[in-house]
């Protein structure tokens, strides 16, 4: 037979809880936990927009068209962007010799 299991294992798994991660290294430097999304101006266009539209629904049609085109406008320049990054990575600027600010 094998080792006997624990009482707190055998009520997780009882419970239908995962078993908890085996102890490993606690240097998160080499991990990749997150990454953050480079800057861009579509958020705040975005919520442009949305008080433009907002202002609409109570000043007139032609805030509500022009806060719906500054929204649409914005979700599609922003969704580009995601998958942009997604499918190409970080594009960073050529430092090379032409380029006085590379040492």
């Given amino acids: 037979p094998g080792p006997r299991e624990g009482f707190g294992d055998a009520m997780r798994r009882l419970a239908g809880v995962p078993r908890r991660d085996p102890e490993g290294p ?28 907002t202002t609409g629904l109570i000043y007139g049609l032609w805030l509500l068209l022009l806060g719906l085109v500054l929204v649409a406008a914005s979700l599609w320049g922003w969704v580009a962007a995601v998958n942009r990054e997604n499918r190409y990575g970080r594009l960073e600027p050529d430092r090379g010799e032409h380029d006085p600010g590379a040492r």
């Avoid at 606690?26 to 539209?53: E, F, K, N, R």
Wanted: net charge negative; proline share 11%.
């Fill in 26 to 53: 606690s240097d998160y430097t080499a991990d990749h936990l997150a990454v953050l999304p480079l800057p861009s101006i579509w958020p705040l266009l975005l919520g442009g927009g949305v008080a433009i539209l």
